[in-house]
Nanobody
Framework: QVQVVESGGGLVQPGGSLRLSCAASGSISSINFMNWYRQAPGKGRELVATITPTSNTNYADSVKGRFTISRDNAKNTVYLQMNSLKSEDTAVYYC?????????WGQGIQVTVSS
């Protein structure tokens, strides 16, 4: 059984930083794409950032230049460094890991940006 666990969320003031982590454990094969999504209250789930198996990255326009996604394949872990946070970044953030034939989701972690 595979477990996917996010950590690092919380409350931060506008302009601050947070680093999210997402680690997979259990019997999981090689992870291909690693993604971070988010869902704000009353809105749909939005793809925030993607990192490919060769560490190419892609970001939503709303976070470009402020967020950085990275991965540690040896630890089956993906990170999201979030800088210059804004109130509109407030959401539940979800980790998504994709292997050949499987799609795993974390339970979600709250990020609140407020003074």
């Amino acid at each position: 059984q595979v477990q996917v666990v996010e950590s690092g969320g919380g409350l931060v003031q506008p302009g601050g930083s947070l680093r999210l982590s997402c680690a997979a454990s259990g019997s999981i094969s090689s992870i291909n794409f690693m993604n971070w999504y988010r869902q704000a209250p009353g809105k749909g789930r939005e793809l925030v950032a993607t990192i490919t198996p060769t560490s190419n990255t892609n970001y939503a326009d709303s976070v470009k230049g402020r967020f950085t996604i990275s991965r540690d394949n040896a630890k089956n872990t993906v990170y999201l460094q979030m800088n210059s946070l804004k109130s509109e970044d407030t959401a539940v953030y979800y980790c998504n890991l994709r292997t050949t034939g499987y799609n795993y989701w974390g339970q979600g972690i709250q990020v609140t940006v407020s003074s």
